[in-house]
């Protein structure tokens, strides 16, 4: 098994990418710069953060590396005090910046406590708290004036000394008083950051470094204001002289919170354009928001197919060899990687390094590796975290055929079938149901390999339907093993967790989509069902919706009372989500009409009157059932 947390052992060739990024915030001709590593969830951002950080603590004393992970402060009440904070407390070690430097620091970190009493979280919960507990407001601000900037206590206890917290019988009056101090204007709040920034360059000042590097790592894990909150609070640091941050995020998720946090701007106030102008306004809003905050952009590649190859190869070695021996292969891999960037470091480049006696074990997998490589590159998009799911899941299942003494047990067509359930779960289900009733050996698809195999793409299509004219399913089907003549029930078997399960491939589905999937099926208002399937649209690629919209389908077939489950498709095909009015009439295939509430029918009349499509549905109902009974009578009455 391996661990698909980040690593600083190269396995992908990243390192040429870490140097670089490396060498920009080395560069103190462009100091100060905020550095945008974008790449998908599992594409390998956060292990070239670690490596960036690993080096860069080695690199002398005129430099101070931070690795801040923002979602580790997810459940924080302000997660941009959070960041200044741990930025602040890298500075907090008398032993090496001297006792002045300390005091700057100690300073510095008043005035965080002092913005984050400006926000509603000090308002609203711990003023009321210390307030009740020390008997009034003026305790309080004598209780507190420890905690924040010289003056800022007495400034609290003099608002309500001053009669401004006093009621008209004379007795203190505690949000008078507090509303005074929190509703700051707009150019106080600008001069006390403007006063944080002055601070905070004179603090880097005084260290003597050259430069400060903060790497800010899994943003995209975090709930939209808090990716917001940690990106504002970057924006303190803007134009500090001796500064680096780099930010490692998937874009779309970054792209979708700042459309969520400032919605009400993006709004068009054109009717007749309304959706073609927001969308213009958005894409507009988005990239200049970007663009200020973030001078450098450095997109990642996705791997090649030589590339997933290679990073077959070594986790292979990884887990089959000793210690010395796989650190030995991993040199050579990294010098291999300087002259040839393109071929492929495999079992043979191991076994010439080592020889036959130390990689026996290991060799046996050669054949394996060679045969899943394409098609894993292909369905799993190169994704080395998905890489790493899916080997995880397929030796599992090889070991429950080695408890269930399988005999005839072949590990590529074990492979091959598995890549199928990942990237077409439905269709991995489509050949379960043809093997099933043939004793394991499905006509359908020797027929579909034999047509792929002559190019006789539009058959393929009239016979057995559109889907599998795709590339890569085509793709999928050409490349070896051959799945014709092979008896297919034993794997089925071991993958029978998958079949049985509302949730499709779950042990493949990335994080984000579970968690996707589990805010919209807790919604509380339809506003908010509407924001979180914006947000599915918006941020996911057609293949991870193709993954949501699959498990939104076992809700479906599994609980066809639940009003939810239905409403959440409706909101996708009203927003015109690829594949969602299919995925539901294919769950509609699946599950019992009787208990479906007939009170749906509203909600589809309702959205009907924008969206044409989702009236097909009229027809898609048991005219047995409530519904569709409802269904006949309002026609009738048409």
Not at 98 to 113: E, Y
């Amino acid at each position: 098994m391996w661990s698909d947390s980040e690593t600083t052992n190269d396995l992908l060739g990243f390192r040429v990418h870490a140097e670089l990024l490396e060498a920009l915030v080395m560069d103190d001709a462009i100091l100060p710069v905020t550095i945008g590593v974008f790449g998908d969830w599992g594409s390998g951002k956060s292990s070239i953060m670690r490596m960036m950080e690993a080096q860069l603590k080695d690199v002398g004393d005129d430099t101070v590396c931070l690795y801040f992970n923002g979602w580790v402060f997810e459940g924080y009440d302000d997660a941009k005090a959070a960041l200044l904070d741990s930025i602040l407390k890298v500075f907090d070690d008398e032993q090496r910046f001297g006792i002045t430097v300390k005091k700057k620091a100690t300073q510095l970190f008043k005035s965080v406590n002092w913005m984050r009493a400006m926000g509603l979280g000090f308002k609203n919960v711990a003023m009321p708290l210390i307030m009740a507990s020390v008997g009034g407001p003026v305790g309080m601000a004598t209780a507190f004036s420890s905690m924040l900037p010289s003056g800022f206590g007495e400034r609290v206890a003099g608002l309500f000394k001053s009669g401004e917290g006093a009621s008209e019988d004379g007795k203190e009056d505690a949000s008078a008083g507090s509303d005074s101090l929190f509703n700051e204007p707009p150019e106080e709040k600008a001069m006390l950051v403007r006063e944080f920034r002055d601070r905070f360059s004179e603090l880097i000042a005084e260290t003597k470094i050259k430069r400060l590097v903060v790497l800010i790592d899994d943003l995209d894990r975090c709930s939209p204001e808090r990716l917001i909150e940690n990106l504002e609070a970057i924006k303190l640091f803007l134009n500090v002289p001796n500064t680096a941050f780099v930010i490692g995020a998937d874009p779309r998720i970054v792209k979708h919170a700042i459309e969520y946090r400032y919605k009400s701007r993006l709004t068009s106030d054109d009717p007749a354009n309304a959706d073609a102008r927001t969308e213009r306004i958005s894409d507009q809003f988005v990239k200049d928001y970007l663009e200020k905050l973030i001078q450098i952009p450095y997109y990642l590649p996705r791997l090649s197919d030589p590339e997933v190859e290679t990073f077959l190869s070594l986790l292979f070695c990884e887990k089959h060899l000793e210690k010395e021996a796989y650190q030995k292969v991993l040199g050579n891999f990294n010098e291999y990687r300087t002259t040839n960037r393109y071929g492929t470091f495999g079992f043979g480049e191991v076994t010439t390094l080592l020889g036959q006696t130390d990689t026996g074990e290991l060799l046996n997998n050669a054949p394996l590796i060679s045969t899943l490589s394409p098609v894993i590159a292909e369905g799993l998009k190169g994704n080395p975290r998905q890489i790493k799911r899916f080997l995880n899941s397929f030796t599992l299942r090889t070991r429950l055929a080695k408890v269930a003494k399988i005999g005839t047990f072949r590990l590529d067509v074990l492979g091959k079938l598995m890549v199928l359930e990942y990237i077409e779960p439905e269709l991995f289900r489509k050949v379960y149901d043809w093997q099933a009733v043939q004793h394991g050996e499905p006509t359908e698809l020797a027929e579909l390999e034999q047509l792929a195999s002559d190019s006789n793409y539009e058959e393929m299509g009239t016979k057995h339907g559109a889907i599998w004219k795709s590339n890569r399913l085509i793709r999928w089907l050409l490349v070896e093993p051959s799945l014709t003549g092979v008896d297919l029930r034993d794997y089925f078997w071991l993958s029978r967790d998958q079949l049985s399960t509302s949730i499709n491939g779950a042990s493949l589905i990335p994080a984000h989509i579970k968690d996707l999937s589990g805010e919209l099926l807790a919604y509380g208002s339809n506003s908010i069902l509407r924001t979180i399937a914006q947000k599915a649209v918006l941020s996911l690629t057609e293949a991870e919706q193709n993954l949501l919209l699959g498990m939104l389908k076992q809700e479906v077939i599994k609980r066809p009372e639940n009003l939810k489950g239905h409403r959440i498709f409706f909101e996708l095909i009203d927003l015109k989500m690829t594949n969602a009015l299919t995925q539901y009439l294919s769950a509609l295939e699946k599950t019992s009409h009787l208990e479906i509430p007939f009170s749906l029918y509203n909600d589809i009349e309702l959205i009907g009157k924008r969206t044409q499509e989702i009236l097909v549905l009229e027809s898609a109902y048991d005219p047995k059932s409530n519904i569709g009974k409802r269904i006949l009578n309002k026609n009738k009455k048409r």
